[in-house]
């Protein structure tokens, strides 16, 4: 309820910013991603260079005791020993200036991605490629990121990604 355009049903200059780097990056909203009839969105990193694909969102919040939930379908794949892709939903925990104070993954990886869980940063591996709901509360999920302080917490950014490096 905090995020504009959060179900993609307008277009995606509505409330999301988009960022690339490398080639073959496409951010595209369709009908036939999931197999409900309603819009989701594409964020796609190809192979060839290194680069991302990025569409994110800052959404003010009144409280860290709000709960987040997004349904997602996360695919990485690299294509030889020394490269590593990552694909996620990167929830950013940001102070009044926007600095990011520590986020959330709900993210998959292919092997010798450097993502890891920190102080600052929790990752959330998703099992499988699948469509999944996923759903947690703010204020609980910062017990996995104690190096943020959920009273400095008043806005937080949304984005999702696809990197690769060396594919």
């Not at 780097?21 to 969105?41: F, S």
């Not at 020394?82 to 996620?88: D, H, L, M, P, V």
Request: proline share 4%.
């Amino acid at each position: 309820n905090y995020t504009v355009n959060g179900d993609f049903e307008q277009a995606l200059t509505v409330g999301w910013t988009q960022a690339t780097a490398g080639g073959g990056t496409t951010i595209i909203r369709g009908t036939t991603y999931d197999p409900d009839p309603d819009y989701e969105v594409y964020v796609y990193k190809g192979a060839g260079t290194t680069g991302y694909a990025q569409l994110s969102q800052i959404a003010t919040i009144p409280t860290c005791n709000i709960d987040l939930s997004c349904k997602a379908k996360l695919y990485a794949w690299d294509n030889y020993s020394g490269a590593w892709a990552g694909a996620a939903v990167v929830i950013a925990y940001l102070n009044s200036a926007n600095a990011v104070l520590g986020e959330t993954r709900i993210c998959r990886w292919s092997y010798d991605c450097p993502w890891m869980t920190t102080a600052n940063c929790h990752l959330i591996q998703v099992a499988d490629s699948l469509w999944h709901d996923y759903s947690y509360n703010i204020l609980d999920e910062l017990l996995y990121v104690p190096a943020v302080d959920p009273d400095a917490v008043v806005k937080i950014k949304i984005t999702l990604v696809a990197q690769v490096v060396h594919c």
